[in-house]
């Protein structure tokens, strides 16, 4: 079965530094997304992404998150300047032109210390 | 805006019993509904989902009831199994394809053999 995969499963930072966690979605998908969930607490919509642009985003994504699109199957958030607040689980989901089904991955969790 | 919450977060069931999750949403506009299952260390699993259209949609041993009136939707496990221990989200989305979706905080099933 089609998987979303994502990486790093974890990574730990310095508050500050720049942060790039790495999505690969399901192949013939065309509409993608970054969700976040803190430790305990809902998981909460980013932004979502098609046709090589950011079609909608919540207040969270602020000017230091970005996500990019740099190949065919890569799609990828990337933190400026990570603050404590930031550690969280954060999930890609990927889904079809048409569909409503999201099919998440797996998670990177990041810990900022 | 739309939030969406959970009656009980947490929910212990017998083997062999049926489940019942609840969920409310806030939001009258929400068209759509998921229920998504999350097992530690995965991202969410889709379940099952319904539209507004309907008030009742059955899976393999699942069941999902929605009641616009009240703005609730539950989740039926027939015959629960230990496999079945997760955490449960209820998700609320609304408009066309590019699915914002909002999230509940989640339930934990779990299942005494």
């Known amino acids: 079965e089609p998987e979303v995969t994502q990486t790093p499963s974890h990574q730990v930072t310095q508050m500050g530094q720049e942060v790039i966690l790495r999505c690969v979605p399901i192949?013939?998908?065309?509409?993608f997304y970054w969700y976040r969930q803190i430790l305990g607490q809902k998981v909460e919509f980013l932004v979502s992404?098609?046709?090589?642009?950011?079609?909608?985003k919540s207040e969270i994504f602020d000017d230091q998150f970005s996500v990019e699109r740099p190949d065919g199957s890569n799609f990828t958030l990337k933190i400026r300047s990570t603050k404590l607040e930031d550690s969280a689980m954060y999930f890609c989901?990927?889904?079809?032109?048409?569909?409503?089904?999201?099919?998440f991955g797996a998670g990177s969790r990041l810990t900022v210390l | 805006g739309e939030s969406v919450g959970l009656h009980l977060p947490t929910l212990s069931v017998q083997e062999g019993d049926n489940s019942i999750i609840n969920c409310a949403y806030s939001?009258?506009?929400?068209?759509?509904f998921i229920w998504y299952k999350q097992e530690s260390g995965k991202g969410p699993q889709f379940i099952i989902d319904?539209?507004?259209?309907?008030d009742k949609r059955q899976g393999q041993r699942v069941t999902v009831l929605l009641n616009k009136t009240v703005k609730h939707l539950s989740l039926q496990i027939a015959a629960t199994q230990p496999g079945d221990s997760a955490v449960y989200f209820c998700?609320?989305?609304?408009?066309?394809?590019?699915?914002?979706?909002?999230f509940g905080k989640g339930t934990l099933l779990t299942v005494n053999p």
């Open positions: 989901a990927s889904g079809v032109m048409g569909a409503n089904v999201l099919t």
């Open positions: 192949s013939n998908h065309l509409y």
């Open positions: 992404f098609y046709n090589n642009e950011i079609s909608e």
């Open positions: 939001n009258s506009a929400s068209d759509y």
């Open positions: 319904i539209r507004s259209n309907m």
């Open positions: 998700a609320a989305g609304s408009g066309g394809s590019n699915y914002k979706l909002t």
